[in-house]
């Protein structure tokens, strides 16, 4: 149980271009999920903390028009990176939190990005 | 003060040891710990969920959590090279799970 479907895996993209990447929950109800990047050898970064049916939460630095966060229902999240840049090439991960604030985080396979 | 601390490591132990992988937190209020095991270029994994003081053991891995010390500890019993990865620790609350940034441990043949 509790798995998690991210896509697409792997995305090229030129400079300019818009992106979307897909995360759902597949076998229970997500009411938080949170979104994350990576880069090389470097820890999770928290992007935004997204509830369904309300407006995303951005941390501090990640900017909410460059990253457009999308809960439209209790089992799909959307991330769309707006007019890439090659400094926004990285490994983004979704992940989903099942039932209440105690349970465990369920991530996607992650979505590795290269905006040429 | 990261509100979740971890050794980088990365930290090396021959095959067939026990790992000892050790992590700090400082929000009191955290219910839930948990820890996750990275691959290169792959999303963590979920192994261990802890919520209450002590031992939880899930076939080679025990988790340990001691509250008054804010401190949770992953066992990693019979250590294989398939482990060699970044264990990453956990602490929840309402509507937040921070992440320590991992420690990489390699099990040498």
């Known amino acids: 149980g509790a798995v998690v479907s991210q896509h697409p895996s792997r995305v090229i993209c030129k400079s300019g271009t818009s992106v979307k990447i897909e995360c759902r929950s597949l076998d229970f109800q997500a009411t938080t999920m949170f979104w994350y990047r990576q880069f090389p050898k470097q820890s999770l970064m928290l992007m935004a903390t997204s509830n369904e049916g309300s407006k995303a939460t951005y941390e501090q630095g990640v900017e909410k028009d460059k990253f457009l966060i999308n809960h439209a229902s209790l089992t799909l999240s959307t991330l769309t990176v707006t007019s890439a840049h090659p400094e926004d090439s990285s490994f983004y991960i979704c992940?989903?939190?099942?039932?209440?604030?105690?349970?465990?985080?369920?991530f996607g396979n992650g979505t590795r990005l290269t905006v040429t | 003060q990261k509100e979740v601390e971890q050794n980088s490591g990365p930290l090396s132990v021959p095959e067939g040891a026990i790992a000892s992988l050790n992590c700090t937190y400082s929000?009191?209020?955290?219910?839930?710990f948990f820890w996750y095991r990275q691959y290169s270029g792959k999303s963590p994994e979920l192994i261990m969920s802890?919520?209450?003081?002590g031992d939880k053991e899930d076939g080679r891995f025990t988790a340990q959590l001691n509250k008054a010390s804010q401190y949770v500890s992953l066992l990693i019993r019979d250590s294989q090279p398939s482990d060699s990865a970044t264990y990453l620790c956990?602490?929840?609350?309402?509507?937040?799970?921070?992440f320590g940034t991992g420690t990489k441990l390699q099990v040498i043949p």
């Open positions: 956990a602490g929840g609350g309402y509507q937040k799970v921070t």
């Open positions: 802890i919520y209450s003081n």
């Open positions: 992940s989903a939190r099942e039932g209440t604030d105690n349970s465990p985080l369920h």
């Open positions: 929000d009191r209020g955290s219910q839930s």
